[in-house]
């Protein structure tokens, strides 16, 4: 059984910055799969980004240039670096790891003031 603990988010104004941290417990191995999804009120959740193993990342459109997913050097963990942000980024982000199913954090806010 995998948990994911997220942190990061809060309240910041169009323009700034944030980072999320996402810590996995509960797996001795490395989890291949890790990212982040987000969901905007009375939205879908959506990718935002992905990262493998192999650091190999992939970025919805909306973010490219703007986000960078990264691993820690703790094993198991991933940072979401958030820059330019608009308040159209406002979402619950939720960490996602991919290791034999599906695991999901509990989510953090992150608001972006106009």
């Known amino acids: 059984q995998v948990q994911l603990v997220e942190s990061g988010g809060g309240l910041v104004q169009a323009g700034g910055s944030l980072r999320l941290s996402c810590a996995a417990s509960?797996?001795?191995?490395?989890?291949?799969?890790m990212g982040w999804y987000r969901q905007a009120p009375g939205k879908q959740r959506e990718l935002v980004a992905v990262?493998?193993?192999?650091?190999?990342?992939n970025y919805a459109d909306s973010v490219k240039g703007r986000f960078t997913i990264s691993r820690g050097n703790a094993k198991n963990t991933v940072y979401l670096q958030m820059n330019s942000l608009k308040p159209e980024d406002t979402a619950v982000y939720y960490c996602?790891?991919?290791?034999?199913?599906?695991?999901w954090g509990k989510g953090t806010l992150v608001t972006v003031s106009s």
């Open positions: 509960g797996s001795i191995f490395t989890i291949n799969v």
């Open positions: 996602n790891a991919l290791h034999g199913m599906d695991y």
């Open positions: 990262i493998t193993g192999s650091n190999r990342t």
